[in-house]
DNA sequence: AATGAATGAGAATTCATTCAT
DNA sequence: TATGAATGAATTCTCATTCAT
């Protein structure tokens, strides 16, 4: 009888928008965004097609609205590291966090390798990406000279891309991965002290 | 004028194919497989859609025969290391090869790692791809063993995340990945006795 | 705190309406008629869209609400005319109301004219459009035949296509248009003894 | 057997181009560009949707395209009139000439008018409208002025005003417009020597 | 009286593929 | 072999309208 207020809409609008993002992620995850339709979300959704729109301006700002939620928990992830002492600790934490994050949403992360090679998509984003990037760097630097490296800047570039592997084969076959030995192999390679 | 021999006409044929899947590897690798037209390459290779199709039976069957190219590249290029002394020699040189392959062709290894995370096509390449990466494994496993490291099995992972993890960056953005640099750190940390 | 007597309610509601109506014509005056939508007209009005549907039935019946009371205002000016002796000064007054209605409400004009020539909403008017139409020659026949013109039934074809085609062109661009001017040279060649 | 000449596509192109465009304006003309749907023309023209966007880029284009083809009409019709003797015989052809545009194609002019009220779409030919008016007030002027009008320019715009008025009705009724009887009382009052 | 979430029919548009020539 | 006209199914998106609250 009396009209919902605005903090019910408010709600109601705020789940169905999670609700509509996830079923988008799962389906863009194991399809491929060009290959998962509007329909096919709106179905798996249980809503209509129309509604979606009236939560999404488009099949893109759906797809960057994923991807920006999650860019956001990288983002965290990155900056929370603590700038002034990086040490073994920081190290192993920021390691544990990273199979963490994977571990926690690989569908995700597929969705976001995806995007990283398709053109055009990853553009908005390389800003932010280069910043978190050269934020890690600038970081982490002391650390690998402190462990002895010849040269930290190209063992960094290499910890990075073997992340980048790691991530990508286990995102390929995350049931056959053995994340945790590797982990702890990462672990042991980059935070025990080099003899 | 004597009529052209069906082996001209089959090099004709080739030539022209060739030409077909060149000029649609660097359309899809530039835009995406999804985002690239038939009409946008038929037009690009200079050629009309019709004759396309008397070339290719579908739009799959090109990006397949593009991807199944690169693949026996590939393949030649694992399958011909040596497997009864995998030394630091062999090492070396599949190291510094892959990189050349890498350099070589970007675009193709653009379009196979957007191709490996679109679930659907890739599967028909699982089986061949696991087994080289096994024949790798196995051709291998001795020399990792005989590098002195604790866990061969891992190491091998890791260096296999860790080619492909450079391969993404270099990718990504060929013009300032210190692609010599790297290489050569690579060999040195592989193929380099262990202290 | 009286409870609002039904005369209250009624005006509110009424003044609720005609505040819809007015949105609704600068914004059907502006983008058209199609090109407007329900979700823009509430949100332009301070409502929802639900409460619309409360004061119209229809998005088109509120477009022939919105013709309806101007084309009153129309065929009162129109059926004012007094038909007994049509003299110069109801002739003088006929053109300056015309354009004082004209200059009233321009966007209301344009909407007339778009709908005019959109087959399909004005046949409902057409009846009634004919009806006055009919009664101004009626009235004003015997004015053109004292004036001294040849042919009274064209003369008043003239006349009213030249009112009509002013119209247009003041609609089209207000700013510029002459409209005094215009309005007294016709008021001099309308009203004026012929030599 | 043997393929089409470039000569026969081409044809087959311009007369199906043709086709499209008389379909979609006599469709345009009856219902209004908005409550036209691609498929309605699609079906009435006997094509797939799909050809129809073989020919035209969009819905949009192809009004334009429609538009623009009777604009080069009417401006080959304003842009003849000589500039150096605009005489009683060029204006009596000019009026003629008019109003056979006019009965030639009364469809185009409705939806001629309907777009010029549409506003965002005549946009584009404001310009070129507006240098054709100025050309023929440029050339006519002399002549008001020769014809004894104390304000010639007035009188051009009352002119111009009249055969937009005449033209609106005409389209409105083109059954029971007595189109011979107005141009010709046209041509007497502005083409015979004034008293 | 008032809200805006929800619907669903239909709109424009794209594109791999076929086919007559 | 070669062309591009032609198709039709699928896709994204819009919007008037309804309805539970």
């Known amino acids: 009888m009396s009209p919902r207020s605005s903090e019910q809409f408010e709600q109601i609008r705020h789940q169905k928008q999670k609700h509509i993002m996830e079923v988008s992620l799962r389906l863009f995850g194991a399809a491929g965004y060009h290959s998962t339709s509007i329909s096919h979300i709106a179905k798996e959704a249980g809503i209509s097609k129309g509604l979606l729109y009236n939560y999404f301006d488009s099949k893109e700002a759906l797809l960057l609205q994923i991807l920006d939620k999650g860019m956001n928990t990288l983002f965290a992830h990155y900056l929370a590291i603590d700038p002034r002492h990086f040490n073994r600790e920081h190290m192993r934490a920021f390691i544990a966090k990273s199979f963490a994050v994977l571990q926690d949403n690989p569908v995700y992360w597929r969705l976001y390798f995806q995007v990283l090679l398709q053109p055009g998509v990853m553009e908005m984003y390389q800003d932010k990406l280069a910043r978190i990037y050269q934020h890690f760097i600038t970081v982490s630097h002391a650390y690998f000279v402190h462990m002895g490296f010849k040269n930290p800047s190209t063992e960094i570039l290499l910890f990075g891309a073997l992340l980048d592997g790691l991530s990508l084969q286990y995102i390929l076959s995350p049931e056959t991965f053995p994340l945790q030995t590797i ?5 042991e390679r980059y ?5």
């Open 183 to 187: 982990r702890d192999e990462l672990i």
């Open 191 to 195: 935070c025990s002290p080099q003899t």
